[in-house]
Structure formats: C-alpha cells, structure tokens
C-alpha cells in the first residue's frame, strides 16, 4: 500500500495511507461543520484535497493566473525578531523588492494600540518617509491588545484576577472600562495614521481578550468609517471562537460570545471594515489534512456570503499550518493551495 507523506499540527513529519489520508479528510470537514453549524465540503471537494496531500512534490501550488493577493502582518518587526539587523524602513523594501509583497505593513515593536499612541509623533513622520520609497499599499498594523489596559499597567482592574474570586459583576465592568480606552486609542492612531498617508489600518489578532475586545474593535471601526468613508479597514482574527470572558456583550443584536468566523464575518461587514481574515487554530494532535479540511471548511462558510475581500490567516499555527517556528514549506503551499482552491479566498 502507497504511503504519503505529510506532518503533524506540530510539524512532525509522518507516512500516512491513502484511507488514512482520506479519513482525517472527511473527520477534519466534518467536525468543522458540526461546530460552526455549516456545510461540511462536497465529495468533488474532498477528493481535491486528496490530490492535493497525495501529490509528491514538495511544493504545491495554483494554477499560473490563478495567484491571489499576498498581505503580511507586523512586517516591520518581523525581521527584528529574527534577530536581522535591518530598519524598519529597510524591512519594507524587502518586502517589496524581494518578497513580492502585494501589501506592506507598518508597525511599532510593542504591536499594540495603547503603546503606539504614545509614540505617534515618530510614527508619522516616518510612515510619510515610507510611502515615498514604496509602492504597494501601506497599512498601519496594531493589535487591540485590550489586556493592556489592566493593573498594573493600565488603568483598570483585572477581570482575570476578579473572575476567580467570584466577583462577576466586577469582571463585567473592569472590561466595559477597558473598552472605553481601548476605543479612544484605536481611533486616535487609526486617525492619524490615515492622515498620514497610510492606505488602511489593519486590526490585527482582533478577539484575544474575548468578546469585549471584539466588541472594542467594531466600535473603533464603526467611528473611523463614519470620519473617514473611504478608510480601508483590514481586521485579522485572533481565533475561530470568540471566547465570552464578558459573556453579555452584543453588536447590532447579535450576541459575540461563541461566534465561528462567518458569523464574526458579518458583524465586521457592517461595522464598516473592508477586509477581513479569518484565523482557524491548528490541532497539533492532528495531521495537517485534518486540520486544512477543517480550515478550508470554516473559510468557504465566509466566502461564500461574503460582500468584501476574505484574506485568510495562513500562517505559525493557523489555517492549517503546523505550529513551528518556521513552518515548511510543503505545508505551507498545500495549506495556501487548498484555501484558495477551495476556500475560494481573495487573498493569504
């Protein structure tokens, strides 16, 4: 019997079966659809998928003309971190000159809203610099990061050292204090950021505190499109599930606790924002076909009624990429492959 090979959610490599193969596939989609309450993928699509983990070669790709659009979070910082001793300035036009990058991304070491206000008086100068020696479109990217705004750093109480001694209540309201921050500060640098001259804001790991952070972000939308209509707005997820760590929060009516990406998908449409990127968490327990099924389920849920651009998050464990510090390649391209094949995103 042929054996193929593929990895583990953390990166592990592994001989699988075909049967095995096809298996995970059709386990992956279907706990997807049982959770999310959505369509499982069709047989035809299931079938390509097998192709694609059963193809031999190490990479994967589209079809030439088939290529989507390449976005990068946090594409300052990334090579810092990698212990690249170049500028910020320098770092873009890798991107650029290099990489190929479609867009391009600004953003401050700390990658937060709250610490980046303080600083915007370097920021802007530098930004213009930026957009005069680049050319793809530049967003400025920060995260929410609502956590920041707790004790001792911040100004308010900490509903995770509130929640385990029972005190509910107070919980509720440490986060409703928090959001109110949070608001003013997206909005001021989202404001002058775009005054700048930045071509879009980019929301970045949208959700990690739950759905008051969430919460925080739509509303910081809802104001920046009403002050500037022709913002473009990128809000990239932090998970599949919005964690209800408040619990009675809603936006327009619905509830934000429990949400799955589609659902999430709506309530960003309406706040005003003009692209959105779904993140689905890797199962390090389970082989990367699992896990793309079960990506590729939840992203097609989105694309599928969705009015604006999908730019799904492909990356360090998610969308079905294994969880490893540099993630291979084969994964990589047979994850990116699948999303767009399939998934039908606009962009990775």
């Given at each position: 019997m042929n054996k193929f090979h593929t990895?583990?959610?953390?990166?592990?490599?592994?001989?699988?079966?075909?049967?095995?193969?096809?298996?995970?596939?059709?386990?992956?989609t279907r706990e997807a659809a049982e959770r999310a309450k959505i369509p499982p993928l069709s047989?035809?699509?299931?079938?390509?998928?097998?192709?694609?983990?059963e193809c031999p070669d190490k990479c994967a790709s589209v079809e030439q003309g088939k290529e989507v659009v390449l976005s990068y979070d946090s594409g300052t910082t990334k090579f810092n971190r990698a212990n690249v001793?170049?500028?910020?300035?320098?770092?873009?036009?890798?991107?650029?000159?290099?990489?190929?990058?479609?867009t391009m991304e600004w953003g401050h070491m700390d990658y937060s809203f709250k610490p980046a206000k303080a600083i915007m008086w370097i920021e802007q100068p530098t930004v213009e610099?930026?957009?005069?020696?680049?050319?793809?479109?530049?967003f400025y990217g920060a995260m929410p990061n609502l956590g920041l705004y707790t004790h001792p750093d911040g100004p308010c109480p900490n509903p995770m050292e509130l929640l385990p001694q029972g005190k509910i209540s107070e919980a509720r309201a440490?986060?409703?204090?928090?959001?109110?921050?949070?608001?003013?500060?997206?909005?001021?640098?989202?404001s002058l950021m775009y005054e700048s001259g930045v071509d879009g804001i980019n929301f970045d790991t949208t959700g990690a505190a739950g759905d008051a952070e969430f919460l925080a972000a739509l509303q910081a939308i809802e104001i920046l499109k009403k002050k500037y209509p022709k913002m473009c707005i990128e809000v990239g997820m932090a998970g599949e599930f919005i964690l209800g760590m408040h619990g009675e929060l809603s936006y327009n009516g619905v509830r934000l606790a429990g949400?799955?990406?589609?659902?999430?998908?709506?309530?960003?449409?309406?706040?005003?924002?003009?692209?959105?990127?779904?993140?689905?968490?890797?199962?390090?327990?389970?082989?990367?076909?699992?896990?793309?099924?079960?990506?590729?389920?939840?992203v097609?849920?989105?694309?599928?009624?969705?009015?604006?651009?999908?730019?799904?998050?492909?990356?360090?464990?998610?969308?079905?990429?294994?969880?490893?510090e540099s993630p291979p390649v084969d994964a990589v391209s047979r994850a990116s492959k699948s999303m767009v094949e399939i998934g039908r995103l606009d962009g990775l």
């Open positions: 990895r583990m959610g953390d990166g592990t490599v592994i001989e699988i079966s075909e049967d095995e193969l096809r298996r995970d596939l059709e386990e992956g047989q035809e699509e299931l079938d390509r998928l097998l192709d694609i983990y001793s170049v500028s910020q300035m320098q770092s873009l036009q890798i991107y650029e000159r290099v990489l190929g990058a479609d610099q930026a957009l005069l020696v680049t050319i793809p479109p530049l440490a986060q409703e204090e928090m959001m109110e921050y949070a608001v003013r500060d997206m909005v001021y640098v989202g949400l799955y990406p589609h659902k999430q998908l709506e309530l960003v449409e309406k706040a005003g924002a003009t692209i959105f990127g779904p993140a689905i968490t890797t199962n390090t327990n389970k082989s990367c076909a699992w896990n793309i099924a079960r990506a590729v389920t939840f097609k849920a989105c694309t599928e009624g969705s009015n604006i651009p999908v730019h799904g998050n492909v990356g360090m464990g998610v969308g079905g990429v294994p969880v490893t």
